[in-house]
């Protein structure tokens, strides 16, 4: 999921007389929303992350693409209400429903919750680790900056890399949580349900930059102004992945970090103690709950087309251009 997504429907608000008076004139191949603010990101990326774009068909989503190509030749007609896309902006290819950001909070509360559940045994522990970096490593290469290829060797060492890193410390906390004698049982299971955190944000880190390491070797494409290419820049690559790593670093501290203290209250809660069954479904709506608050309030800390100064990239850069600023695909 990427600019295009809210691309499809700001060509046809801008068009129509009617359009929304809440949004900016539309710029075709820019947010709806000024990203040099928090504020605007936070709006842009709460379209992107949008449930209800999971549902478009293939046709509707068709038609979003002709509105931009309408728009682009002066040929769109008036009337047209909103669209939205599902398309990768350096591909233009329609990404797969689960490893859409649209798709990451429906798709990506259920592994929380078993990430979080409690009195995890080895085998769990391995499972859940496991298939939440099988996650996240898919969403990152649906989601990365694609004007480069990638060798599917770099997707495997990275998907490796950072499910060896999440079970290995995930497994190692709990082992270590287990043989701290000073803990009483309560206090242990208390502390053992924050052990998924430091793991998910240390392989998440590990995911992004095995993942896209490539970008680091050959660098990635950074755009003028007015859309065209300058050059490709190693420079710039090395901010788009760091700007990336921390904000997969932010993501999880709310989601994995504010359940289980609202859980440890709830959970004693007269209503809860005389219904144990509950504690499943009120804990999958507290994880909701975060993961809505966390992913776009974390992906919102950089703006995706992220700009920076031709004077800090190389010699080459700066040559090729008189722009004092380029911009790059930072990837989701």
């Known amino acids: 999921m990427a600019d295009t997504a809210t691309t499809a429907s700001a060509a046809a608000a801008a068009s129509a007389a009617n359009a929304s008076t809440d949004a900016p004139p ?46 682009k030749h002066g040929t769109l007609l008036p009337g047209i209400t909103n669209e939205q896309a599902i398309l990768h ?25 078993g990430l979080l559940l409690p009195n995890q045994t080895l085998a769990s522990t391995v499972f859940w680790q496991w298939l939440n970096q ?8 649906a989601n990365r900056n694609a004007t480069k290829p990638s060798p599917a060797s770099k997707f495997i060492q ?24 000073k803990f009483t049982p309560a206090t242990r299971l208390l502390v053992q349900r924050f052990v998924p955190f430091p793991a998910v944000a240390s392989a998440n880190i590990c995911n992004v930059v095995l993942m896209r ?6 660098g990635i494409d950074v755009l003028d102004g007015d859309g065209n290419l300058v050059g490709s820049s190693k420079i710039a ?57 966390a992913l776009p309030l974390a992906i919102s800390l950089f703006p995706q087309m992220s700009e920076i100064e ?11 251009t008189s722009s004092q600023t380029v911009v790059y695909n930072k990837g989701l």
């Open 213 to 218: 390491y490539g970008e680091l070797e050959e």
């Open 158 to 181: 990275g998907y490796l890399g950072a499910v060896i890193s999440a079970v290995s410390i995930a497994v190692g906390l709990n082992v270590l949580v287990q043989k701290a004698n």
């Open 237 to 293: 690559a090395r901010h788009a992945l760091l700007e990336t790593a921390l904000t997969r670093v932010v993501l999880p501290m709310p989601i994995l970090v504010l359940p289980p203290i609202v859980m440890s209250m709830l959970e004693k809660t007269a209503l809860l103690q005389a219904r144990p069954r509950l504690l499943l479904p009120v804990q999958s709506l507290v994880c909701l709950a975060a993961f809505g608050l």
């Open 310 to 320: 031709t004077t800090q990239l190389e010699p080459e850069i700066a040559r090729a």
């Open 134 to 141: 099988s996650h996240n490593a898919c969403v990152n290469y």
């Open 26 to 71: 539309f710029q075709l191949g820019k947010p709806r929303f000024q990203q040099t603010s928090f504020c605007g990101r936070f709006r842009h990326f709460l379209d992107i992350i949008d449930p209800r774009t999971l549902f478009v068909t293939e046709r509707r989503l068709r038609e979003a693409v002709q509105l931009l190509e309408d728009y």
């Open 89 to 113: 902006p350096d591909t233009n290819e329609k990404i797969f429903m689960p490893f859409r950001m649209s798709g990451y909070i429906p798709f990506g509360t259920p592994i929380v919750v």
